[in-house]
């Protein structure tokens, strides 16, 4: 199965005394999402399943990604937000044999953190950045597909939306 960490698109500063929880998408996050979202339609393959952090910025970005993959999200995680990936591993492990890829969209610095973790290989994850990694048969660490920043996976989708018409 291959992994997708998918970090969350720009969001708005908490306000004082406010909750980080419901902090959502500022205008350009959604525009940085919905482009991202575009170009990584045409980077996964075969049978998605699609994974977000409970908090509203994250869940903004998962259906972007809903939309432009034509599939539900099926989990929002609290294991994503906590930083769990033991919880997390596990819970992949016991998905299905005929999930391809599993996207997880998540936050900073634990999408780095696992990706490191995971492949031995540090990658910076800036807003809206999406890194494959191809685990290996039990699940518990993998290599890296590829790595590739928003402006990138923009492009992608423009030039996949040209071939469309």
Known sequence: MDLLLVRHAE????????SDYARPL???G????IAMAAGLAWCVRGSVTLWSSPLLRTRETAA??????HVEVTRYHDAIPAGDLHRLRHDWQALSAQTDTLIVVGHQPH???????????SLPVKK???MA?????SGIG???LWYALPETLARLGEHSSDRAR
Not at 64 to 69: E, F, G, K, T, V
């Open 11 to 18: 969001a708005e500063d908490a306000e004082a005394g406010g």
């Open 64 to 69: 972007h990604l809903s939309a432009a993959l």
């Open 142 to 144: 993998g290599r890296l």
């Open 111 to 121: 999408l780095g953190v696992w990706g490191a973790l995971l492949m031995g290989v």
């Open 30 to 33: 959604h525009a940085s999402a």
């Open 133 to 137: 990694i191809a685990l290996d048969r």
């Open 128 to 130: 809206a950045s999406a």
């Open 26 to 28: 500022t205008v350009r």
